[in-house]
């Protein structure tokens, strides 16, 4: 009775067995054919790699796109146009002519220099002269004849007594006449009597005269700095014969001569 129960568990035990392979073939066969059925369907591990291979396909030749390398860029072959333009204009344009003024090249220096303008030329100053304002000499040398409108004075080559509104400095022909003080060139000219001369604005009404020169460097309307050349010593004129080579000084304060020597350093 026993061995027959044991039989029969062992045979229920097959039984089982075998019905648990069948079913674990016929799942076998079901997966296999899911997975046929799918084969035609692109996953999402398929896809990422086709966009991976267009992706590269594309940077490796971008459709209608074109690289330049060590080429000229558009900047410089925009500066090559304008220049050529430039140099066609002014191949167009007649020799020794600017675009800008239609003259020559000298016509058009000339107008760049500024009008009056002297040698010695500074550039304008703030002319501030005062009572207590000091001069240098424009010469050094003897003073030959002295400021005197207080009383007479004589004079050897006119051989004869009057009043001196200047002073007479003796100095050697060809020798540097420096401005005394910062100053505007109010007039150049030439007379009988003084020759060559020089006026020159100090500002605050006060103006000086430098007579008896030669190769004047200024012009009416330059500025001259204190100790500028504005000319040189020239011969005496007749009216100093006796007196010799010298530069006649004349200051003034609103028009009124006074003592040159009082302001001098």
């Known amino acids: 009775m026993k061995e027959r129960a044991n039989k029969l568990f062992k045979d229920k035990l097959v039984l089982v067995m075998m019905v648990l392979g069948l079913l674990t073939i016929v799942a076998a066969a079901g997966t296999m054919t899911i997975h046929r ?4 369907e692109e996953t999402p591990y398929l896809q990422m790699g086709e966009s991976q291979g267009e992706i590269a396909e594309k940077r490796a030749d971008p459709p209608e796109t074109k690289v330049q390398v060590a080429g000229p860029s558009n900047a410089r072959e925009s500066e090559n146009s304008s220049q050529l333009a430039e140099n066609t204009r002014k191949e167009s344009q007649p020799a020794g002519k600017t675009p800008a003024s239609g003259g ?3 016509e058009q220096k000339i ?14 100053v703030n002319l501030n002269f005062t009572e ?3 001069m240098v000499w424009p010469v050094e040398g003897n003073i030959l004849l002295d400021y005197s409108m207080d ?3 004589y004079f050897p080559t006119l051989d004869q007594y009057k009043c001196n509104p200047g002073i007479v400095i003796q100095g050697e022909v ?9 100053a505007k060139v109010a007039a150049v000219g030439a007379n ?11 500002g605050n009404n006060y103006s000086i005269t430098c007579g008896q020169l030669k190769e004047v460097q200024a012009e009416t309307g330059d500025y001259l700095e204190k100790g500028q050349v504005l000319g040189y010593v020239a011969e005496p004129t007749k009216y100093y014969c006796i007196e010799g080579s010298s530069v006649y000084v004349e200051l003034t304060h609103q028009g009124a001569p006074v003592d040159p020597v009082d302001f001098m350093e």
């Open 37 to 40: 059925g799918n084969g035609a």
């Open 104 to 106: 020559t090249k000298t």
């Open 111 to 124: 107008d760049a220099a500024p009008a009056g303008a002297g040698q010695g030329a500074a550039a304008a």
């Open 132 to 134: 207590n304002s000091r």
């Open 151 to 153: 009383s007479t004075i």
């Open 174 to 182: 060809s020798t540097p006449v420096k401005s005394p003080a910062d």
């Open 192 to 202: 009988e009597e003084i020759g060559s001369y020089v006026v020159l604005d100090l």
